[in-house]
């Protein structure tokens, strides 16, 4: 059986059974005494790598002891943290006690990490029994203003006041391309999100499903966030109209753009940084490229946690204490061949992430691969609300993925339609003359409404309907209303309604072309 075989039986068999994947740090040589960690994470190979190396040299200057990082990799960032709900709320169902098999839960994006702040609610014995699956490390402010200064990038926390989470690098969310393809299809590289739209990538898109990666859902985000909620949707559902696949991993469409099988794909800031770098070290040139689209891109933490009844709580502090370093921070951005004998940067690998401590930007940015200070271009989004968020897994779902067929027929009867415009922008509507051009255009963004406890049909075009309907719907706080079976869920039946009107809407655009 091969090593791809046992990974997936593996992981299937831990999220049944509510048991994490262990791999011991086999990078470092320490002795059979050493004192461990064990951290459950989404990073890849060489992230492991440098912090499992670099933790063990620290640790042992700095405390005189052995000490090795134990790795469980059970998924992306949305697996674990659903793992983590399961194995807690199982806990507290059959009175065992909470935690007890991981120290830390080290990477993903914000959001996950403030849901592990988030109280569990659950019962054993008829009794209400609430519990979190993060716990605060408790850091001196000090400290944290000596590594953080002031807590905000754009309008993001850099770390969770109470201390249930600090972020330890930066991200940003942009495309992934290949310039070969796009020389062959006459498209300009990427300067936007909008450029996702063009009609000559029509089947050439890489996306994710934003249901299966906390990243892509913050790519998403940044695009509701900066371009609004009625133009962002209207680049998602040309992107997703262009779209050869929606994988359930972030690492597929950089993969497939460096192997020239898709143009463009969306992607968190490193894996493209990384991609691009990989290609052009094996002599690919500029083959691949990435870009941040200025002025619109949401800058993001990745966070570390401790996880309440931590095993090994003494070194998991310890941990994080080392991870908040220069030391530790140059793994992110240091080269491999820095000629400085300071003992920064990295053993092996170039990691390509931005660092979260500020100075490190004023001591060090003339030693980073990507000379890049995102506290200087991190701006506050135009369109802020935290309950965008929310809605983008079930909406982009029913949109583009549930009748995908349907919707790629739509848009090729919109692009091959006489009266298109000859542009590579956005087009909707408003812009166009031809009639019938524009109904269909109208058709094809128009976005469903939905029924509330009050029997009132309400849209998602403002923050106060969203707050509104994210409260009925997705937290399942009407589900006595009988607006849904009372077996579902709300946001599978917010979901389910969707799709049903997205069909509709795609098939309308049909009809016109027959008038």
């Not at 400290?143 to 905000?152: A, F, H, P, W």
């Not at 001591?363 to 200087?376: A, G």
């Not at 790629?408 to 909707?428: D, E, F, G, M, Q």
Request: with cysteine; aromatic share 10%; charged share 25%.
């Amino acid at each position: 059986m091969n090593k791809t075989a046992v990974f997936v039986i593996g992981f299937c068999l831990a999220v049944l059974f509510g048991v994490p994947l262990f791999f011991r740090s086999d990078s470092v040589e320490v002795s059979s005494n050493a004192k461990q960690v064990i951290i459950i994470t989404p990073h890849n190979e060489q992230i492991r790598h440098e912090f499992s190396v670099g933790f063990s040299k620290w640790h042992k200057e700095h405390y005189g002891e052995d000490a090795e990082v134990i790795w469980s990799v059970p998924g992306g960032t949305s697996e674990i943290r659903r793992m983590l709900q399961s194995q807690y709320t199982h806990a507290i169902e059959t009175g065992k006690t909470v935690g007890g098999d991981a120290d830390l839960v080290f990477g993903g994006g914000s959001y996950e990490h403030s849901v592990l702040k988030k109280t569990i609610n659950s019962k054993h014995a008829g009794e209400d029994v609430t519990t979190t699956i993060s716990v605060p490390a408790f850091i001196d402010q000090q400290s944290l203003d000596e590594v953080y200064g002031e807590n905000i990038i754009g309008d993001v926390t850099l770390y969770d006041p109470d201390g249930h989470w600090y972020g330890l690098a930066l991200s940003g969310f942009g495309i992934v391309y290949n310039n070969d393809v796009l020389r062959a299809k006459d498209v300009e590289p990427p300067n936007g999100w909008e450029a996702l739209c063009n009609p000559k990538l029509f089947g050439s898109l890489a996306l994710v499903n934003p249901a299966q990666s906390g990243s892509v859902t913050t790519a998403f985000e940044a695009i509701l966030k900066f371009l609004g909620w009625k133009r962002g949707w209207q680049v998602l559902r040309r992107a997703a109209a262009n779209s050869r696949y929606f994988s359930a991993s972030s690492l597929k469409p950089p993969a497939d753009v460096s192997q020239g099988d898709a143009a463009m794909g969306v992607c968190i800031d490193f894996y493209g940084r990384y991609q691009s770098q990989a290609i052009a070290s094996r002599g690919g040139g500029d083959r691949i490229g990435y870009i941040d689209p200025p002025g619109a891109t949401m800058i993001d933490p990745d966070p570390i946690s401790l996880l309440r009844n931590a095993p090994n709580e003494k070194y998991a502090k310890r941990f994080i204490e080392f991870c908040m370093t220069p030391r530790a921070q140059s793994l992110w951005q240091f080269k491999v061949d820095d000629p400085t004998d300071d003992g920064l940067g990295p053993d092996a690998w170039e990691l390509r992430r931005m660092p979260i401590r500020r100075d490190m930007y004023d001591l060090f940015i003339d030693r980073m691969v990507d000379q890049v200070n995102p506290f200087e271009t991190a701006a506050a989004s135009p369109y802020p609300d935290r309950n965008m968020r929310a809605f983008i897994a079930p909406i982009f779902s029913a949109m583009a993925m549930d009748h995908h067929e349907e919707l790629v027929k739509a848009w090729r009867a919109i692009i091959s339609h006489p009266a298109y415009p000859n542009t590579t922008t956005l087009v909707t509507a408003q812009d166009v003359e031809d009639p019938q051009l524009a109904a269909m255009l109208e058709a094809f963004d128009a976005m469903p409404m939905f029924v509330t406890n009050e029997d009132e049909k309400l849209g998602m075009d403002t923050p106060e309907n969203r707050e509104v309907l994210k409260y009925g719907w997705l937290r399942n706080q009407w589900i006595d209303e009988k607006l849904w079976h009372p077996e579902d869920h709300g946001s599978g039946a917010l979901r389910r309604i969707g799709a049903d009107y997205f069909n509709l809407q795609y098939e309308s655009v049909f009809v016109e072309t027959l008038e």
